[in-house]
């Protein structure tokens, strides 16, 4: 298990980080199911 100090603010709604976008949500919704998920560097 990880604990955050805050999302990154791709993934955040607000500037603090604390309120998850809906982005996030879908792919935390994604991952529920058991979809893979391919993260990619920028770069």
Known sequence: ?????RLKP???RDK???V???FF???YKN?????K???RQAG
């Open 1 to 5: 298990m990880y604990f955050l100090k």
């Open 25 to 27: 949500l879908d792919l």
């Open 20 to 22: 998850p976008n809906q």
């Open 37 to 39: 998920i391919i993260y």
């Open 10 to 12: 791709e993934f955040s």
């Open 31 to 35: 991952l529920e199911i058991g979809a």
């Open 16 to 18: 603090d980080g604390l």
